[in-house]
């Protein structure tokens, strides 16, 4: 017994157990078959949309004023009195007195010229008297022998100096008068005042600031362009009559309001800076305080700095889309009318930091994807999230079951997101 249990028992416990292994593998039931699930990459997209008709090409600058002034005395004497406009962002009229400076020497000056003029006009009058009676008093004594008398006879020098004195005293009083007219200091031009630097009873001489100017009746700004940006927009060129003036639409925040103005380039410089290789475009704004009558919701002080919107030339028949949609710098991802990646070549025709134009590329309302895809497979599966939704589109895919599976499934839902 004891050589049973010790040699016979355990072989056949173990062939027992392999015989039961064996039996019950037979026997078991087959699984259940499913078709594969193929997942879908989910992606945002944006409809390609035709260009405008015509390019817009980006720049910026500061308004500066077209015509500014420093005021400087041109006679001597001390300041009696001030305009009120005449302060740090007064406005003043074309010809409005702003500055005025005791005059009284100058009437003085003018009446003693007008003095000297009277004198000598008097002097001339008696000078052409005596030439007068010189003549006929030779014509008394010589008349008859034909001679004609000399200039020294006739006292020509003597009506020419009269001459000369009456003309000199007659530059004298239109230097006097302008002397005293150049006390009332005014100027030709609507403006205002941008600083001052003279007061009531302060001497000033010939020469002296009294402060600086500036013309409100136009504006300009330089617009700094690439050469990449000329070919996109017609610049006048220097010299030529009868060029294109692009219009320019302006931006930017004052006093926390967002103002919108229009212009037009004038003129170019005509050179190209050569430490940036830009050319500069210059840019004029009508009114801009709106002080001229033009309707001005936000006024456009000077010194304002701006963003700059300049209709270029046309772009009819182009596609334009943003410039993150471009792949490698010449490939779109599309999705297709499957649902299916598609990479495509496209022609680029301009680029910019924000958009792309692209010429027999793209059809309109094709999808474009804006989703970063790390890994780009030609013909995978896509999601794709509706526009304007945070939800993604999920795809319910079926997967059939065999016959008596007890699980029961009948769906499974497969997507797969990609951070863009």
Do not use: C
Request: aromatic letters at 6%.
């Amino acid at each position: 017994m004891k050589i049973f249990i010790r040699y016979v028992l355990p072989p056949a416990l173990i062939f027992g157990s392999i015989a039961v292994v064996i039996f019950l593998f037979m026997i078991r039931p087959e699984p259940p078959e499913r078709e594969p699930v193929e997942t879908a990459m989910l992606v945002d997209t944006i409809a390609a949309e035709q260009a405008g008709d015509h390019f817009v090409v980006g720049a910026q600058g500061t308004v500066q004023p077209r015509t500014q002034t420093t005021l400087v005395t041109e006679v001597s004497g001390k300041v009696t009195s001030i305009s009120d406009a005449f302060v740090a962002g007064g406005f003043f009229r074309a010809g409005e007195v702003l500055v005025e400076i005791d005059p009284s020497d100058y009437e003085t000056a003018l009446k003693q010229a007008e003095a000297e003029l009277a004198a000598a006009r008097a002097r001339l009058s008696d000078e052409r008297s005596r030439s007068e009676q010189a003549r006929r008093d030779w014509e008394q004594l010589h008349g008859s022998d034909g001679r004609e008398p000399s200039d020294l006879v006739l006292r020509i020098p003597q009506l020419e100096q009269a001459r000369a004195s009456v003309q000199a005293a007659e530059a004298a009083v239109a230097r006097a008068e302008r002397n005293l007219e150049r006390t009332r200091i005014s100027l030709p031009y609507d403006g205002m005042v941008r600083s001052r630097a003279v007061d009531i009873g302060q001497y000033v001489g010939a020469g002296t600031t009294l402060g600086r100017t500036f013309a409100v009746d136009v504006a300009e700004v330089r617009l700094p362009l690439p050469d990449r940006d000329l070919a996109f927009v017609n610049l006048p060129r220097p010299g030529r009559e009868d060029q294109p003036s692009p219009r320019v639409r302006f931006y930017a925040d004052v006093g926390g309001e967002r103002g919108s103005w229009t212009g037009e380039i004038v003129r170019t410089e005509g050179v190209v800076e050569e430490t940036t290789r830009l050319t500069y475009a210059v840019a004029r704004i009508e009114d801009p305080y709106g002080l001229l009558g033009a309707d001005r919701n936000v006024p456009l002080p000077m010194g304002t700095y701006v963003q700059a919107e300049i209709h270029g030339r046309s772009a009819a028949g182009l596609m334009e889309l943003p410039r993150e949609a471009l792949r490698d710098g010449d490939r779109l991802f599309i999705a297709d009318e499957d649902n299916r990646l598609e990479i495509r070549n496209v022609d680029v025709v301009r680029s910019t930091a924000q958009r792309v134009y692209l010429s027999n590329s793209i059809e309109p309302g094709e999808r474009v994807i804006t989703t970063a895809i790390t890994t780009p497979i030609p013909g995978t599966k896509l999601n794709v999230r509706q526009p304007g939704s945070d939800e993604p589109e999920l795809r319910i895919l079926p997967a059939q079951d065999e016959a008596g599976s007890e699980d029961g499934q009948s769906q499974e839902v497969a997507a797969q997101t990609e951070d863009s």
